[in-house]
């Protein structure tokens, strides 16, 4: 092919290229720059050959990478000309160089309408490609209706009628109300009439991006799609022209097939049947062929049909097809299916009830995981945590680890998450989930977040058959010459609580053990090093009579951070020290641990018995129950997600403990933060994982952090046990606290405790409930039942009946966020004690701003899409009077706690705020939200807030949820803990020693 | 919907880019620099996807050339392989046996090509022929013009065409 007759542009394409290196080619380019700048100033009448030119040879440029920062008039200058060859020119070069934020588009929206609304159908062909492809907001509004009017006018040929319809599907996606519904579903209906086969295809996308955003619209189309289908897939009635390699147009049968999908159902029989009448034939009729794009092409069909399949939730004879289908799939050698293959049996997982057949080919998912293809092993990955169960965690889980050691580094979070989580979810004893959790930390440290191991203390601290069996492990580790500062804090806990039960083992005597923690006390950061020093002193505790070599040797260290400079270590060392001295009475200070709330360890026990069912742990459709698992599950008693908020509810429990063993050591109390131990083998007040940190941990700087932390919950079960039932906490406060955190009391009286733990990922939740029955009889007729509102989806798994007496029982609950909304679920929650029916009604804190996810943009990301964002209902204004008057301080911790991120600075007016999110729903997906709110430092009590998003109905809903949190007085606000108010209805009798310790604090 | 359409050769030049997406140029600097990075350094038997940045870059090497087409994550990936495919097929014809230099010294025809099939990232025609009349008519009309501005005479009958 000839070069296309401009030899300026040629000759200086040909000059780049010979270009030895990225410096000549530089100097080439800013050259050439130069050469246009000058050209394009001076000499007023370039003619249009040259400007063309000249233009080209920009784009050029730009698509090597280089900053064109002018000539852009020029290039929209040409759209205006008036002969074909430059005006083609000026709208190509156009919609490369900008994008649809630019400002100079505006210049040229009025030459492009008359281009569209003119008699020439090249021109409106043009005009319609540019529009088509980087048209804007502006664009939308200004020219919807007349692209419309090309679409629908009878004169108007094919050629232009496509772009026409692609034009105005970018337009709807713009601003989807262009295209006004009333109007357009019965026009809509006619496009799919259409014969011609580069039209309908071209119009069936628009028709998919419309039912995608409302398809209550658009049923009168339904039973053209089918027919769509019939004509392609059936009778195959297509000009030759339209099929590729020999398959009738396979983007307009996918197309098809996609836009049926977003149909919750088809209720004819007639149109059902012929439907499934294709689908049958897809199904049965795809084979693999040797030509590579004929392969491709029949399954790109293919497995659009499997996923319309799915999506009908058709008989079981077809689905048990397609698993068939994709089990075949997932074993071929060409990559692309087996790709496809697990994909699809992922999305599968989630549709129906298809585990065990799945199950089948577990073997063949594995050896995919060792794939040498990152993509596949991407979805190996993502379908072995989907198929998990009890059944076959152990393989799995163990696999992953694995794994582990030789997966990039980009896949390790998630697959280190991932191993986690399924290791505590379907964990068939504890000595496994020791070894998982030990190995994660081992060989993926950076990913496993404290929680993780601080849950591994807790287990081995409740069972003492893991005790030798964890310290054992935690002293292998330690042979090991570099180990993770994760392995080492743990390693330092476990072996300072059970080294002794290994003393009589080589190797293992006190001084050996010491030798080898404190062999890498150098290399630690400084919070390990307040557990290590606590190892000391315990692994000193347990080596009654003292060695005196030993003992000398940690009263230096003792004695060395006795000055350190971290508060911490400093108050540590000193104590540690002093107590060291007290001799045989340091035993009883340091003396082990005491378990885990004694309610837990009942369940452990029981878990074995028939009543295993009362925890469900399974999340995913309630399918897995075996009792080993229970057994985790049921120690697995708190979030330790921080440890405020664990700190938090240990100090909940606290009360309807000591009502039994009315023995709290007050003292010690105050003097040493939670350190209450009298009878360190009863055990009930250190209810939590924490206490490895809070016995240890001054009293003073973590002591009112942690307070400070957890607001009004610490204090809250302040409670009076002789009142007919009624909460013992304010209800209402304990909702907005749960608001802005993810764990806590959701509910209690002196009978139950509610706890709440939630996980918040993308749209979806996944929370437990824990009702804890606090008396020595059980608990009869427990209900709970959710009025959901229509946004939420929820699946609580089933709930006892009876709650055993001091026992916990867990309800894992997922939660699915459809859309945008600000409505509350609300549980229904009662049960039978005695005679007495109680019956509550509690707010779930699943609301909005659960579904944030916080990002934080910089000024030149959030200024474009802010303009973006228009006009209403995009766009939303509002002035809210009344606000509670805060500083803009406090205001923006409020939105910060909200995860609306507050972005100082970007805001020129210093009084202002503006926030941004990501709110996750199945409707919307990921949606970014922009805020910004502009105070009146002379009034704070009003002010004007301006809400953005994609989506109206969030724009809306985000605005009404942020006016509330405004006006309304969310006692969650932290300062208000030093004041927290005692329930005046329930006088505080000071004998209670719950009441006595919410005053110590 | 396709967000963007690059062409990068082997040695990581980029050929034609085209964005249906609002990208800023430091935004497509990076994208072409991280997915030029990811893809160019993948196997020839491996399959043609790669995840990115919670999308799809559905890819296809061709000589020299890589072309590839980003995609929403639940989009159909054959699909859009094949649209790469087609759009080759048609280059191929029009050029007679397309090669990378073709493609480098009439960029924009391959420009023009790609507009003709893509549109608002979705494909416009799927007929090789309906796509290759439209190009040449342009071609004509291109090359009338030509011929008028070196003859003066016919200027206003071939305007409106």
């Known amino acids: 092919m000839a070069l296309s007759g401009m030899r300026g542009l040629s000759v200086f394409i040909s000059e780049i290229r010979n270009c030895q290196n990225k410096e000549q080619e530089r100097l080439r380019v800013d050259k050439e720059l130069g050469n246009i700048r000058n050209r394009f100033k001076n000499e007023k009448g370039l003619a249009p050959y040259e400007k063309k030119k000249y233009v080209w040879k920009m784009l050029y440029i730009f698509m090597l990478g280089y900053d064109v920062d002018f000539g852009h008039m020029e290039a929209v200058s040409l759209i205006s000309a008036p002969k074909y060859p430059e005006k083609q020119v000026g709208y190509l070069v156009t919609s490369c160089l900008l994008n649809e934020n630019h400002d100079f588009l505006r210049l040229a929206i009025n030459t492009v309408r ?209 698993v068939a289908l994709l089990g075949k799939f997932i074993a071929v050698r060409e990559p692309n299916i087996r790709y496809l293959g697990l994909e699809n049996m992922t999305r599968m997982l989630m549709v129906t009830d298809v585990q065990e057949i799945i199950k089948r080919h577990q073997a063949q998912i594995i050896t995919s995981l060792k794939d040498p293809d990152i993509s596949i092993r991407r979805r190996a990955l993502d379908l072995l945590y989907a198929m998990c169960d009890v059944s076959n965690a152990k393989d799995i889980v163990e696999e992953l680890l694995q794994y582990l050691g030789t997966a990039e580094f980009t896949m390790r979070e998630e697959l280190a998450l991932k191993a986690a989580i399924l290791a505590e979810k379907f964990a068939p004893d504890l000595s496994w989930y020791m070894d998982v959790i030990l190995q994660l930390i081992d060989k993926a440290g950076d990913f496993v977040s404290d929680d993780i191991w601080f849950r591994v203390v807790q287990f081995v601290t409740n069972n003492e058959d893991l005790q030798p069996y964890a310290a054992l492990k935690a002293r292998e580790y330690l042979d090991k010459p570099a180990i993770h500062e994760t392995m080492m804090k743990v390693s330092a806990y476990l072996l300072g609580e059970y080294s002794h039960l290994l003393a009589r083992r080589p190797g293992c005597s006190p001084k050996e053990i010491f030798g080898i923690i404190h062999e890498k006390l150098p290399t630690v950061s400084t919070p390990t090093v307040s557990i290590l020093l606590s190892s000391y002193a315990k692994i000193l505790m347990h080596s009654q009579p003292p060695d005196p070599e030993l003992q000398n040797q940690i009263w230096a260290i003792f004695n060395k951070y006795e000055t350190s400079i971290d508060a911490e270590i400093q108050q540590r060392a000193v104590e540690y020290f002093a107590l060291s001295k007290k001799g045989a009475a340091l035993i009883d200070i340091l003396a082990e641990m005491p378990k885990f709330p004694e309610r837990e360890s009942s369940l452990i026990k029981r878990a074995g018995d028939t009543e295993a069912d009362t925890a469900e742990l399974s999340a995913i459709k309630s399918r897995a129950q075996q009792q080993a698992s229970n057994a985790l599950v049921v120690t697995d008693q708190q979030p330790a997600n921080h440890p405020p908020q664990v700190t938090q509810l240990a100090m909940v429990k606290i009360p309807s403990i000591n009502e039994e063993n009315n023995h709290v050591d007050q003292e010690v109390t105050q003097t040493n933060g939670s350190m209450g131990e009298g009878e360190p083998q009863n055990g009930d007040i250190l209810g939590d994982l924490l206490s490895p940190l809070a016995i240890e941990g001054p009293p003073g700087v973590s002591g009112t952090e942690t307070l400070s932390e957890d607001g009004a919950l610490a204090l809250a079960p302040v409670g009076e046990q002789e009142n007919a039932v009624k909460p013992i906490v304010d209800i209402a406060e304990i909702f907005h606290a749960l608001c802005i955190k993810d764990s806590g009391v959701l509910y209690e009286d002196p009978y139950v405790q509610i706890g709440i733990k939630a996980e918040w990922r993308g749209h979806q939740g996944r929370l437990v409930l824990f009702l804890g029955n606090k008396t020595t009889s059980s608990l009869d007729s427990v209900q709970a039942v959710f009025l959901s509102p229509s946004h939420l989806k929820l699946e609580l798994s089933s709930v006892p009946e009876v709650i055993p007496p001091r026992a916990q029982v867990q309800c894992p609950l997922e939660v699915v966020n459809l859309c945008p909304s600000r409505d509350v679920a609300v549980l229904d929650f009662s049960y039978k004690f005695g005679t007495n ?165 | 919907m396709i967000h963007f359409v690059l062409l990068i050769s082997r040695q990581g030049k980029v050929r034609l880019t085209k964005w249906y997406s609002p990208y800023s140029q430091k935004e497509r600097s990076k994208v072409i620099r991280e997915l030029s990075g990811m893809i160019l ?23 020299s050339l890589y072309f590839c087409m980003c995609i929403n994550q639940e989009d159909n990936e054959l699909e859009v392989l094949e649209i790469i495919h087609h759009y080759v097929e048609i280059l191929d014809r029009y050029f007679g046996s397309v090669c990378e230099l073709d493609l480098i010294f009439n960029f924009h025809k391959a420009y023009y090509i790609l507009d003709e099939v893509l549109i608002a990232g979705e494909l416009q025609e799927s007929s090789k022929k309906t796509v290759a009349r439209l190009v040449a008519t342009q071609d004509s009309l291109v090359e009338a013009a030509k011929e008028e501005a070196n003859s003066i005479s016919n200027i206003i009958a071939q305007a409106t065409k």
């Open chain 2, 41 to 63: 350094s993948r196997g020839p038997k491996l399959c043609n996807f790669v995840e990115w940045r919670g999308f799809k870059v559905v890819y296809k090497r061709y000589a």
């Open chain 1, 114 to 322: 008359n281009d569209i609304i003119g008699r020439n159908e090249t021109f409106q062909c043009l005009a319609l490609t540019l529009v088509g492809n980087i048209g804007g907001r502006e664009f939308a509004e200004s020219l919807a209706p007349d692209v419309q009017k090309l679409l629908i006018s009878s004169s108007c040929r094919p050629l232009v009628k496509k772009k026409a319809a692609l034009c105005l599907l970018r337009l709807f996606r713009k601003n989807p109300d262009v295209v006004n519904v009333d109007g357009w579903s019965n026009r809509m209906a006619q496009l799919l009439d259409e014969r011609n086969l580069g039209v309908l295809t071209s119009s069936m996308s628009l028709f998919v991006s419309l039912v995608s955003n409302n398809h209550e619209a658009y049923w009168s189309c339904l039973p053209k799609c089918v027919k769509v289908l019939e004509r392609l897939a059936r009778n195959q009635d297509v000009p030759q022209e339209y099929t590729y390699y020999g398959i009738p147009s396979p983007w307009l049968q996918v197309k098809t097939m996609r836009a049926l999908q977003y149909f919750p159902t088809i209720e004819d029989p007639n149109t059902r049947r012929a439907l499934f009448e294709v689908l049958q034939r897809v199904l049965m009729g795809t084979d693999v062929v040797k030509n590579v794009n004929k392969n491709n092409a029949s399954h790109a069909v293919l497995f659009e049909a499997l996923a319309l399949v799915m999506h009908l939730d058709a008989e079981k004879e077809m689905m048990s097809q397609c």
């Open chain 1, 837 to 1001: 029916l109680v019956d509550n009604k509690l707010r779930l804190p699943a609301v909005l701003n659960k579904f944030f996810q916080p990002i934080t943009l910089s000024a030149e990301e959030f200024f474009p899409q802010w303009r973006s964002l228009a006009a209403p209902p995009l766009k939303l204004q509002e002035v809210v009077r009344g606000v509670r008057p805060m500083s803009l301080g406090e205001m923006a911790n409020l939105l910060n706690s909200l995860k609306l991120i507050v972005s100082p600075g970007l805001d020129p007016n210093a009084n202002n705020l503006v926030a941004s999110t990501t709110f996750y729903s199945e409707s919307t997906r990921s949606m970014l939200c922009l805020v910004r709110i502009e105070t009146d430092p002379a009034d704070r009590t009003q002010l004007r807030m301006t809400v953005a998003s994609g989506d109206p109905t969030l724009t809306f809903e985000l605005k009404e949820f942020i006016k509330e949190q405004l006006i309304s007085i969310p006692s969650a606000s932290r300062p208000a803990v030093h004041q927290q108010p005692q329930p005046t209805t329930q006088p505080i009798s000071l004998s209670d020693p719950g009441a006595l310790l919410a005053g110590l604090l």
